[in-house]
DNA sequence: CAAAATGTATTAATGTATTCATACATTATT
DNA sequence: AATAATGTATGAATACATTAATACATTTTG
């Protein structure tokens, strides 16, 4: 699995990871049911101990992202979300709250935003197929 | 000033005050030259120690939202925010990004997000001349 | 059944962030 | 000039987050 981290960037490695995979499963590079590498495993790629890889499969697991089973591995959650449409709901608004809070500080206009939203979707889907 | 802080709600009560600041100048309700509390009024206001708030007053200084001046007091400032046309646009193309990562995972499409943008920005203009 | 691989749980060490106590410097006011 | 108001700076206490060390439980594999 592709994960780059970078151990003294400010955000911590567990969070760089969780990141990571949910980058990887939006853009379909992991699809259902595939398998990701061992705790142990991509810890000794990474560098890193073990229970940090743990703890970022934990909140990958929480979120809905991967399914973990003892003896046996963890796998890209099939199912969607976890969350409620409500729940949904008031995430997105918390962060869309923060967005334009954020453009408006900074001198951007909500039409310039929704045209960034929209190149980046396009940069992101561009990459489905690429990669590996 | 009108700001209401949760003292255990996990994020610091400095950050509470930043992003409180930043939405009333966001909607119109603060604007350039008004004067802000003095440090220690809404110290006592919000029942915190000054120095958090002078730390807050510190970053919303270093974001452009507002301007101290020693033994005078701090007003909103006049100018637009401090940072580049470049470092505005990584700034926002990495919030884009992370919105639209938290969306696919939660199963929202694109014009969805766009369309929850729209109306967070509608009830936004609108709370513009209310309140006080 | 035994061994090896996997995830899980608990506790401790460390680093970082947050808040506070206190003193200082500058400006406005009288 | 004196006083009072303001923001500024420094160091310590405390709390929190992150990572690590270690042991445990479950499942697979032979």
């Given at each position: ?20 995979v949910k980058y ?109």
């Amino acid at each position: 699995m592709q994960i780059r981290i970078s151990p003294h960037d400010g955000v911590p490695i567990y969070q760089q990871i969780v990141n990571q995979v949910k980058y990887l499963v939006a853009s379909k590079r992991l699809v259902a049911d595939d398998e990701v590498p061992a705790i142990r495993r991509l810890a000794q790629q990474l560098l890193v101990n073990p229970n940090t890889v743990a703890r970022a499969y934990r909140e990958l697991e929480a979120a809905g992202v991967l399914v973990s089973k003892q003896g046996s591995g963890t796998r890209v959650s099939g199912n969607g979300s976890p969350y409620s449409e409500e729940e949904i709901d008031r995430i997105l608004t918390e962060r869309a709250d923060a967005l334009l809070v954020e453009a408006e500080q900074l001198g951007v206009g909500l039409d310039d935003v929704v045209r960034l939203l929209k190149l980046r979707k396009r940069a992101f889907d561009a990459n489905e197929k690429e990669g590996g």
